[in-house]
């Protein structure tokens, strides 16, 4: 029986392992802290194909630096951890986006990554709190809610659905919305889900289907001769036929001892969950004017969003999150004086151009990587497990899913 290594264990991790597991392959998972301790269970909740639009597309490098050095910015860099080339990359990642127009084609593949999610909740015995259909994407700048209308037009060509709202509409669907609400979008084909719960059940199937799971043990080194041997920091050694790497945004450490340079930075991210005794909220909102999502579940109301590339540095800042509060505020007045349970940071792994990488490292087809997946990992974790599932099948990436290979970094490092 093939064994399938698998060297990391959110969300990414997880479903690869049980998706390889049902094929009938052996698979041995680890993990260095618990299974989803991080980003995967710490996001805002949203399977999002829809909303997949590289940010920003449109300007130039000055006002990409006036954008990232403003106090309200939803995106901050820090030039001193990240340095001038990192963003300079950045950059230059988005303008070959703009012209290719390859993040279209990640947002067409959304429609599959949605199925291949659905039938994985389907095979657990939990409830994961999904749902579809119910994100409202609100504005209250005329200016962005006219780009948001012609942003619609664009993602609905790709054909996923999105309904546009007025103002009335909006506030009668989902009342405790602020009066200044100009208008905003339903997302139709979008959906919503509890992320700590997903986590559970992707832990249950993996159990089902007899995953080895290893937790609280770090692979501390992978050598490749006619198969993979990872060695983990107790000592224990394993032997496998692959080995897949999907570490978030701690794989460029690891890749780094294969001689492989990707670049793959964290974005460290907030989560806020407040405490409601009431439903507040009918619906998911996705407050796009300040990159944060409000998602009601059964007992609170989580807040997740904005993105500061500040390297590795879990600290909270006061401030930022003081802000985060008050803009939410402006759109949720409801929620003002609600007891906040719980504020965390996670790191997201981002490639500059926002797109995952997905396949072998060059010339070596039993080392792949499954990493990069930025806001984007819950989204596309399904999808990203059974474009592996095909690449082991033949040994041969799926010559459509060439927008997700690492060689596109790696030439241009040549």
Known sequence: MTHILIVG???IGLSTAVVLAKEGYEVSLFERDNVGAHASSNNAGLV??????PYPLSLDFIDLIKKIISPKSPVRISIRKMGCSAIKSIFNARQRLKKSGSWRKLRRLGIFAIEY????IKEMDI?????KGEILEVYKSRKLFEEAKWYAKEVEIDGLEIELLTKDEILTIEPSLSKNIIGGLR?????????????QGLRILAEKYNVDIHENQEVISIKTDEAVNVKLNNGEKYRGDYVVIATGPWTS??????GINLPIYPARGYVIDIKVDT??????????????????????IRLAGVMDFVGFNPKLPKKRIHGILQDVYTYIPKLLGHRIIEIKSAFRPCTPDEIPIIGPIPKNKKVIIAAGHCRFGLTFSALTSYIIKDYLSEEEMPSDMDIFSPTRFLEQHR
């Open 9 to 11: 264990g959110g969300v």
């Open 48 to 53: 999002v194909p829809s909303m997949y639009n």
């Open 117 to 120: 999610m659905e039938e994985l």
């Open 127 to 131: 409830d994961v709190e999904y749902s």
């Open 187 to 199: 997302y139709v084909y979008d959906g919503s889900i509890n992320p700590r719960k997903y986590i």
């Open 253 to 258: 450490s690891i890749i780094s001892k294969l």
């Open 279 to 300: 439903h507040i909220l009918k619906h998911q909102l996705m407050l796009e004017e300040i990159k944060v999502v409000a998602n009601p579940y059964k007992e609170i």
